[in-house]
């Protein structure tokens, strides 16, 4: 069966590509998981996550703690917008304080953003919770 190409405009057998059409420009690398990974991930999935999650933001009035107080590049004091719950010691640090309310904390997406790289200290974090 012949089909026209939309790439050269000529015909073509099915399932001949042609010289024209453009490679994909990025590769994407299925990362492998480890052992320790796949516990962490299958926990973030976990209906306890899930529960606990919600609990931390009603805790926290679901508004972004660091902009409450009005930490680096605070927009706006009562941001609700973005909302995601951060650990504040990793849990692939210490796996045991992936559901202690003392690691978890309420952030919008670019506080979190900033507290995972390094920009925010964990201690003005933990501080801002108790």
Same mark, same amino acid.
């Given at each position: 069966?012949?089909?026209? =190409?939309?790439? =050269?405009?000529?015909?073509?057998?099915?399932?001949?590509?042609?010289?024209?059409?453009?490679?994909?420009?990025?590769?994407?690398?299925?990362?492998?998981?480890?052992?320790?990974?796949?516990? /962490?991930?299958?926990?973030?999935?976990?209906?306890?996550?899930?529960?606990?999650?919600?609990?931390?933001?009603?805790?926290?009035?679901?508004?972004?703690?660091?902009?409450?107080?009005?930490?680096?590049?605070?927009?706006?004091?009562?941001?609700?917008?973005?909302?995601?719950?951060?650990?504040?010691?990793?849990?692939?640090?210490?796996?045991?304080?992936?559901?202690?309310?003392?690691?978890? /904390?309420?952030?919008?997406?670019?506080?979190?953003?900033?507290?995972?790289?390094?920009?925010?200290?964990?201690?003005?974090?933990?501080?801002?919770?108790?």
């Amino acid at each position: 069966m012949l089909k026209s =190409c939309q790439y =050269c405009g000529r015909i073509h057998k099915q399932g001949e590509e042609c010289k024209l059409k453009p490679k994909p420009k990025r590769k994407y690398y299925k990362k492998k998981l480890t052992e320790e990974n796949k516990e /962490i991930q299958r926990f973030r999935w976990s209906k306890q996550w899930q529960h606990k999650r919600e609990y931390i933001k009603k805790r926290d009035n679901y508004m972004c703690v660091a902009c409450l107080l009005g930490l680096r590049n605070t927009a706006k004091r009562l941001n609700t917008v973005g909302l995601s719950v951060h650990h504040i010691i990793p849990i692939v640090v210490d796996f045991d304080k992936r559901l202690d309310d003392d690691n978890l /904390i309420t952030l919008c997406s670019l506080h979190h953003r900033m507290a995972d790289n390094g920009e925010i200290e964990a201690d003005v974090l933990i501080k801002a919770i108790t």
